[in-house]
T-cell receptor, first 111, second 110 residues
């Protein structure tokens, strides 16, 4: 049982490049979400999904896209990376009862 | 709108001393409150939630609706308690969307 798996763990991009952060969970959780963690800012919700085919915006959605074609996967896409998107990204899933299971994080640097 | 405030960015105590990490919230409905912890090089994980009313690793937290607070307490801090602590809030009976505070970094000195 792997839980929540994020790839890659580290990534360096140039401004304007695109990339996808992958997130997969094997717990059959309906709810999945993406947060970014910045010093002094805590965790801020980017996008979330309550089930396959359903996504919604969180607190800081600009510059990010998501899709949820399967229960297991919830990729986060950066279409044109900006230095302001340098951060640590966390994917999390939830079976209910509002208890999140987090991935290990993906550290992204945009130059 | 939901809001969670953790007034201390950094908190430093000596081993064996009591520790209290403060959390205040603003929410007009019926909230669920949580404490999550991130130890060095480990994943964020749930420490405790108010509806469980349990003690985890010696930590307790009581929801005070009058003061809109959910402070985390431990009577005798240990070095292994050093970590980043986040208070979080969600709508009771609502979605799993959690709003987090900015976090408090606790350092327990020997």
């Amino acid at each position: 049982n792997a839980g929540v798996t994020q790839t890659p763990k580290f990534q360096v991009l140039k401004t304007g490049q695109s990339m996808t952060l992958q997130c997969a969970q094997d717990m059959n959780h309906e709810y999945m979400s993406w947060y970014r963690q910045d010093p002094g800012m805590g965790l801020r919700l980017i996008h979330y999904s309550v089930g396959a085919g359903i996504t919604d915006q969180g607190e800081v959605p600009n510059g990010y896209n998501v899709s949820r074609s399967t229960t297991e996967d919830f990729p986060l896409r950066l279409l044109s990376a900006a230095p302001s998107q340098t951060s640590v990204y966390f994917c999390a899933s939830c079976s209910g009862a509002n208890v999140l299971t987090f991935g290990a994080g993906s550290r992204l640097t945009v130059l | 709108a939901q809001r969670v405030t953790q007034p201390e960015k950094l908190l430093s105590v000596f081993k064996g001393a009591p520790v209290e990490l403060k959390c205040n919230y603003s929410y007009s409905g019926s909230p669920e409150l949580f404490w999550y912890v991130q130890y060095s090089r480990q994943r964020l994980q749930l420490l405790l939630r108010h509806i469980s009313r349990e003690s985890i690793k010696g930590f307790t937290a009581d929801l005070n609706k009058g003061e809109t607070s959910f402070h985390l307490k431990k009577p005798f801090a240990q070095e292994e308690d050093s970590a980043m602590y986040y208070c979080a809030l969600s709508e009771k009976g609502g979605s799993e969307k959690l709003v987090f505070g900015k976090g408090t970094k606790l350092t327990v000195n020997p």
